[in-house]
């Protein structure tokens, strides 16, 4: 076992990587009458749907992603309830000396007993929009292979298949799937 300074040493580059996207995502505009922002007051639910979601409760992303990224932390509400929610953090990249904005999907989820009725579809596609019209160029986004649903909705979105990795990260296996957003419309 490392010690935690080790970690912290190890974890250095990413979180520069972090800063500097978190700073390219306050300047975006939200233009969305059907999904909204994270605001602090959304945490603790947020946190409940979370859990109710997924078997591994690692809060770490959710904690630090929620605020640094807040500007593409997107929310469903109905009712004034939020019952779906979908994260994204922004890593700049140069590609063939162009820099390139590359989201990833980090967390996404909708209330069990609201499951089946597009809500994940209709959240998902304004959150691409948003992040278009902020100039994003590319979507990522991991989904464990017996996700079905989650795969079928991304599929339909337009995100292709580029990666399947295997017990990685303490998680059953998953494929890595990515979106252009480039020349996407739908
Ligand atoms: C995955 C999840 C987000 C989907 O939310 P949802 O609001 O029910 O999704 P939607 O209703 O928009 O779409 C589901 C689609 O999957 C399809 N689907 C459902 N079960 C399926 C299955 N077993 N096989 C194939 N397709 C399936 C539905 O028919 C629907 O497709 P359609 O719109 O073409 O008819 C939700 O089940 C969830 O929160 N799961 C737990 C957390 C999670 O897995 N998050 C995603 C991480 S990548």
New binding site residues.
């Given amino acids: 076992m490392l010690p935690s300074f080790f970690y912290g040493i190890l974890y250095i580059p990413r979180n520069i990587f972090d800063y500097i996207g978190s700073l390219k995502v306050k300047k975006y505009i939200h233009s969305s009458k059907k999904i909204r922002t994270f605001k602090e007051d959304d945490f603790v639910r947020i946190l409940d749907l979370h859990n109710s979601?997924?078997r591994k409760k690692d809060h770490h992303q959710i904690f630090n992603y929620s605020r640094l990224f807040r500007n593409i932390f997107y929310v469903f509400e109905e009712n004034g309830k939020i019952i779906?929610y979908l994260g994204f953090y922004i890593h700049l990249k140069f590609e063939n000396f162009k820099l390139v904005q590359k989201a990833v999907a980090f967390s996404?989820?909708?209330d069990e007993h609201?499951?089946?009725?597009?809500?994940?579809?209709?959240l998902y596609k304004e959150c691409l929009t948003e992040l278009k019209n902020n100039n994003v160029n590319v979507v990522y986004?991991c989904?464990r292979v017996n996700?079905?649903?989650?795969l079928?909705?991304h599929e339909?979105l337009g995100f292709k298949i580029i990666n399947s990795k295997s017990k990685m990260r303490g998680i059953e296996d998953f494929y890595q799937v990515k979106l252009k957003l480039d020349d996407w419309k739908i």
Avoid: D, P
């Fill in positions: 979601c997924f779906a996404g989820c909708v609201q499951r089946g009725r597009g809500i994940y579809s209709t986004s989904i996700n079905a649903a989650a079928h909705v339909k």
